[in-house]
């Protein structure tokens, strides 16, 4: 059974930084397109960051220079580093994956990051 575990999400104050962890189960991520995507209540879920299994990354334009999507092949985990957080960055986020021979798509339940004073 496949399983994508997000962690890594809390409170943290404007400015501040977290990495969130993304660690697979019954699934080898490093074949996988692996994506970061954020919800807010009300809201549709927005992709945020991309990486390929080539390794090619993508950054929504309000992340960019700020966030920095990773893998570790060898531990079967997927990072998101976020870095000078900002309140509009609170949302839930969600680990994806995509296996590029048959467009299977899997995702986590979500790990909560809040940003406020």
């Known amino acids: 059974q496949v399983q994508l575990v997000e962690s890594g999400g809390g409170l943290v104050q404007p400015g501040g930084s977290l990495r969130l962890s993304c660690d697979g189960f019954?699934?080898?991520?490093?074949?996988?397109?692996m994506g970061w995507y954020r919800q807010t209540p009300g809201n549709r879920r927005e992709l945020v960051a991309v990486?390929?299994?080539?390794?090619?990354?993508n950054y929504v334009d309000s992340v960019k220079g700020r966030f920095t999507i990773s893998r570790d092949n060898a531990k079967n985990t997927v990072y998101l580093q976020m870095n000078s957080l900002k309140p509009e960055d609170t949302a839930v986020y969600y680990c994806?994956?995509?296996?590029?021979?048959?467009?299977?798509?899997?995702w986590g339940k979500g790990t909560q990051v809040t940003v406020s004073s």
């Open positions: 994806n994956a995509v296996d590029p021979s048959d467009a299977m798509s899997y």
């Open positions: 019954g699934i080898r991520l490093s074949i996988n397109d």
């Open positions: 990486i390929t299994r080539d390794g090619a990354t």
